[in-house]
């Protein structure tokens, strides 16, 4: 990525397509917040690690804060927004919706990903949702200079998905997919 991605041009190119939307009937909706800020060496997008719990398919996980929509959320901006930093952030934009896959099967849920500016710096609390909070350089990401693959056996196939190491920490699975989707879009200039 080069220095003429700046949040800026981030914003300009998201407001410039319309994501697309996925619609699971009766299905759980959750929402994410994929927070940009600009970094020494050019744009960086904050990670977390997902505590381990045993009834969570993505225990342990790197990802993006995020979660379900509560009952008395209004919408899916809503869900990310009380799912991640409190008032340091700027709507940027949208990534398409991705639809939630835990131990290689379609769950039913559909994550509406929200790109934010860090509008201030912020303090980053791990909590017993969030083991380990990370800021990633996205240049190294999108030229492939991370590319890794995670191993995984799905009903016996032993498979090699793509995945990104990020400082040791192995980014794959929906949150490479939401990624990937937003290098997709910040090469289409």
């Known amino acids: 990525m080069s220095r003429a991605h700046d949040l800026e041009a981030v ?8 994501p697309s939307t996925l619609d699971e009937p009766g299905g759980p909706r959750a929402a994410v917040a994929t927070v940009l800020r600009e970094g020494a060496e050019g744009l960086e997008v904050l990670l977390i690690r997902r ?12 990802a993006f804060p995020g979660g379900r929509q509560d009952s008395g959320d209004p919408d899916l901006l809503h869900t990310a927004l009380r799912e991640t930093l ?3 952030r700027t709507l940027l934009g949208r990534l398409d919706d991705v639809p939630a896959v835990a131990r290689g099967e ?26 380990e909070t990370l800021w990633a350089p996205l240049s190294p990401m999108m030229r492939g200079e991370v590319d890794t693959v995670r191993p995984y056996v799905w009903k016996g196939v032993d498979l090699k998905l793509p995945a990104y190491d990020v400082a040791g920490r192995i980014v794959w699975g ?3 997919q939401m990624l990937h989707g937003l290098f997709g879009i910040l090469a289409e200039r």
Do not use: C, K
């Open 11 to 18: 914003r300009r190119l998201l407001s410039a397509r319309t």
């Open 51 to 62: 505590a381990q719990h045993p009834e969570d398919p993505w225990s342990g996980h790197m």
């Open 86 to 88: 409190d008032g340091s």
């Open 106 to 131: 379609r769950t039913g849920m559909v994550i509406s990903p929200f790109v934010f500016e860090l509008a201030r710096e912020a303090t980053l609390r791990p909590n017993h949702e969030v083991a």
């Open 174 to 176: 929906l949150t490479y």
